[in-house]
């Protein structure tokens, strides 16, 4: 099959790659950029737990070409601490106990991201209809909605 | 009042939490091994039918591919994917073979290939010729036990190789409902739910000179192992299990997977192979919950409400391989003993095969099926009676000293009446119990109670081992073998042992995961983590305390009994300046030049015998419309004794996240098999619902700690506990709202509405 070369912006660093025309961006980023934090589960939209951020919109990456990608910022649950420091909703998730199998937590937390640029001082219906994209089997939402709602508390 | 300690209590961020939250953590589905090759697996496309002949030669010769497997290239072995079969002196039934000349259910495994991509792997699936000589398929318990069924499994020629095995049994029942001034029951049918957790089945398998390295998903891993070595005819010494964190595991994880196959296909291609199941693949090849298809129940109560018999027969649908569904049913029996004092009860089992996914286990194993039925017909007798369903459980529940799950084990502690009273308050009980309701919209109240385990003590092999080494700066690392599902009980486990050497929580270094490094464990299953690896944790770290306090004594020329060990110092009794740190006896007997280093090494097997039940009530309000059937849950209160909670917010969220598998239980997660074929229809989850954000009702868990005198620190245990009772505290809500009783999970509005308009018409 035809490779094509892309150019993609993976957490603020330039990737130069040949990528197929029919490569999903999941792949690309597990399986050719070794990005250990992008999850999948259902491969067809239906579980949200294969978000990243795009030009810092939430995406499904089991959905998108990755060359519709090309040229663009992708934003995965790596990009978010700085060195040791973690991002103020990666450390409210840890000490809220928002994490237990973690499977769902890149995109929780990605897309919680996103919904905290868009509405910066959300209520819990707000964070309720903001992560409904997102499945998480394990904790019942109430930490994580409690989670986001510390964060957002601590950047104002 | 417990008494408050350091650490234990201590609401502890989980030492696990920062690689999963910035995606470090490793799951077998992100593994990425130099030369991994991808492996698919050939399913069959028919129910049930005789594999003839497999030629795969076309598919080997396909450029990509490394290896192609079936049954020509394994020993044919009788096995099982229950691993749990270990913990019965006996063995439970075990019925597979490895791509043997036998399918049984539409996607049982034929043969499997690894190639370099999915694509090519694909692609040589295609190329693999199979013939089948079909045979016919029975789908459901009533057609398997019809006079000319086919037979699924030679060695049982009815298909129920499981019929009515009376269990846990005692008193007269007979003359007990004849003494009974009520008698309610009927047939009851529960769903054979998806645990459906976040990460598909996934494993990958390397095996390099001799020997063989499989990382899984596994909550058993050393059970899991053992099994490997034997459907594979390895010796256990050259199979390792590691586990990377699962992407959950609410009992998926306690039977095998693609294990076996991915270990095949490594061994032939000579290169490390991964195994990722697709979502539906996942939901109709994976083993479900233990399927209890159906129950017959009746309890009897005399006049003034005293508890007079309680009469069961579970019947389990084990779809294709036993697995774990005779176990389910005989779980259910069991947790039906410990609630309420029964005067005599009588309890059987039967287990039938059909052609559909076989059972496994999940999350809340046999007490889902044992608490709807008994929640929901006990809450009818009552009212039969016209009593209040909180007082007579307040009145004629079991207690300390009364029978537990099985004829030797006695109560240890019981909070029911506490977490009842908490919760009535909380619900608002009296304003709203049992007020007449009118307009097309009703609410109602509904209570619930149980009592669980802590562990899978004193039926099954139940035991634990745990080793503390300590480094010259006197941290340690702590070397256990629980399941890495995301339960949060390594962090708990630290707790305990950082508790009792007086040391911080972070200075305990939680190593699992892994055969070849930790001691036998039984694994993540039977809600027993905290409780009993906890007690194994407690006795190394007294132990390692031990060791410590008699090095001290000898450097301070004191004896042990007049030391004490506080905030990680050991001091004389009688003089503070007398004193020494951990730290320093730590460094002296690693980096210490006086001929006598002996690193503190300290190691515990732990085989609890008591039996420390949980008790629990949920309570729920509950809003029905009565032209739709829709049922909204207004309210979710589960108030749970969990003796003492070492962090208690991990007790939390384990409470809160099976809240909603609970709530899914009784409304809406509805595994739909066809009729035709047996094959999961519900096969992705835009068919099967699990709740999303945006569907949680308001809900919360209040914990009850008044301690327990047999666990660590007082602990009972939590994993399983929080689902029991939305399913019967709901129907009973749904019957106090509108006045029907329902008998079929999951109660969907199509039921409920029915279930209306047949009471109006006075059906
Ligand atoms: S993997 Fe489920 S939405 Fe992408
Ligand atoms: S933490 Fe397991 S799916 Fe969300």
């Known amino acids: 099959m035809n490779r094509i070369p892309a150019t993609f912006y993976v957490n603020g660093v330039r990737r130069d790659l040949l990528v197929d025309a029919n490569a999903l961006l999941f792949e690309v980023l597990s399986d050719d950029l070794g990005v250990s934090g992008v999850h999948k589960n259902c491969d067809r939209g239906d579980c949200g737990v294969c978000t990243v951020l795009l030009d810092d919109e939430p995406v499904l990456s089991c959905l998108m070409l990755a060359l519709e990608a090309r040229d663009r910022q992708i934003t995965t649950i790596e990009g978010l601490a700085k060195g040791q420091k973690l991002h103020p909703l990666q450390r409210h998730f840890v000490e809220e106990g928002a994490i237990q199998c973690g499977y769902c937590t890149p995109a929780m937390i990605l897309t919680a991201k996103a919904l905290l640029n868009a509405c910066p001082h959300p209520s819990a219906e707000d964070v309720k209809e903001g992560l409904s994209g997102t499945l998480c089997r394990c904790t019942g939402y109430n930490k994580i909605i409690t989670a986001v709602l510390a964060a957002a508390k601590e950047s104002e | 009042m417990l008494e408050t300690l350091n650490v234990v209590g201590a609401r502890m961020p989980l030492p696990e939490a920062y690689e999963k939250a910035t995606g470090r953590a490793t799951y077998c589905s992100t593994m990425r091994l130099p030369g991994m090759l991808v492996g698919k697996v050939l399913r069959s496309p028919h129910p049930h039918a005789r594999v003839a002949k497999v030629d795969y030669s076309k598919a080997e010769s396909l450029p990509g591919v490394a290896a192609v497997v079936s049954g020509q290239d394994v020993k044919s072995k009788v096995y099982t994917k229950n691993v749990m079969t270990y913990q019965l002196p006996g063995g439970e039934i075990q019925d597979m073979t490895l791509f043997g000349d036998r399918v049984r259910y539409k996607g049982d495994e034929v043969a499997a290939v690894a190639a370099v991509d999915e694509p090519t792997a694909r692609r040589a699936l295609s190329l693999i010729e199979v013939e089948y000589e079909v045979l016919p398929a029975v789908f459901t318990v009533d057609d398997a036990i019809a006079e000319d069924a086919p037979v699924i499994h030679d060695f049982a020629p009815d298909n129920t190789p499981v019929s009515a095995v009376p269990t846990f049994c005692y008193g007269d029942a007979a003359k007990a409902f004849e003494e009974s001034a009520v008698v309610a029951g009927g047939w009851y049918t529960t769903s054979k739910q998806i645990q459906a957790g976040m990460e598909s089945a996934a494993c990958v398998a390397d095996y390099q000179h001799g020997k063989l390295t499989v990382w899984s998903q596994s909550q058993l891993p050393h059970m899991a192992k053992r099994m490997l070595a034997h459907v594979l005819d390895l010796p256990e010494a050259d199979v390792r299990v590691i586990q ?448 999303s954000s945006v569907d949680l009702p308001d809900h919360e868990a209040i914990l009850v700690e008044m301690g327990d005198p047999s666990g660590p620190f007082g602990a009972k245990s939590v994993g399983e506990a929080g689902l029991f009772l939305q399913a019967p505290a709901i129907a009973n809500a749904i019957y106090d709202a509108v006045g029907i009783r329902l008998r079929d999970l999951p109660m969907t509005p199509e039921r409920v509405l029915a279930a209306i308009q047949a009471k109006e018409a006075g059906v």
């Open chain 2, 244 to 691: 990377p964190y699962a992407g959950a595991g609410f009992g998926a994880g306690c039977d095998l997977n693609a294990e076996p196959i991915a270990a095949v296909l490594a061994m032939k291609a000579g290169a490390p192979v991964q195994v990722w199941y697709s979502r539906d693949e996942d939901f109709n090849n994976r083993l479900t919950r233990e399927h209890v298809a159906k129950v017959h129940m009746r309890v009897g109560l005399a006049a003034d409400g005293t508890p007079k018999a309680l009469e069961a027969h579970y019947w389990g649908d084990a779809g294709s391989y036993m697995c774990k569904t005779a176990s389910g049913c005989g779980v259910a029996l069991a947790s039906n003993i410990t609630p309420y004092e029964w005067e005599a009860m009588d309890q059987k089992l039967s287990a039938t095969y059909t052609n559909h996914v076989g059972g496994g286990a999940m999350r809340g194993f046999g007490g889902m099926q044992s608490s709807f039925v008994r929640e929901t017909i006990v809450d009818e007798a009552i009212a039969q009676l016209g009593m209040d369903p909180i007082e007579w459980r307040m009145k004629h529940h079991r207690n300390v000293g009364g029978l537990g799950w099985f004829p030797s084990a006695r109560i240890t502690s019981c909070a029911l009446e506490e977490c009842l009273t908490i919760g009535a308050e909380r619900i608002g009980w009296k304003e709203k119990w049992n007020k007449p309701q009118s307009g097309t919209k009703r609410r109602g109240v509904g209570v619930a109670c149980m009592a669980w385990l802590s562990g899978a003590q004193p039926m099954l092999l139940e035991h634990s081992n745990a080793t503390l080494k300590f480094n010259a700066d006197g941290s340690a690392t702590l070397l256990v073998s629980p399941g890495r599902v995301g339960q949060g009980v390594e962090g708990a486990l630290a707790q305990i042992a950082a508790e009792v050497l007086t040391i911080p929580y972070e200075r305990i270094n939680v190593i699992a995961g892994d055969t070849d490094i930790t001691g036998f464990d039984i694994g993540t299953h039977a809600s027993r983590g905290v409780y009993c690896i906890g007690k194994a944790v407690l006795a190394a770290a007294t132990e390692a305390k031990e060791q410590f306090l008699q090095r001290a004594a000898e450097k301070l020329g004191l004896s042990n009994d007049t030391l004490v060990l506080e905030d990680g110092v050991i001091s004389s009794t009688a003089d503070q300046n007398c004193f020494v740190t951990l730290e320093e006896i730590a460094l002296g007997l690693i980096y210490g030049f006086e001929h006598d280093c002996n690193q503190i090494v300290a190691h515990a097997t732990v085989e609890p015998e008591d039996f420390a039940p949980p008790w629990q009530a949920g309570f729920a309000e509950v809003e029905v419309d009565i032209e739709t059937g829709v049922v909204e849950v207004v309210k979710w209160i589960t108030v749970h004794d969990i003796g003492r909670a070492i962090n208690p917010s991990t007790v939390e969220g384990q409470l809160e996240g099976a809240t909603c598998q609970g709530m899914g239980f009784a409304l809406f997660e509805d595994p739909v098999i066809s009729l035709s074929d047996g094959y999961m229809l519900t096969d992705g989850f835009d068919k099967y619902k699990i709740m």
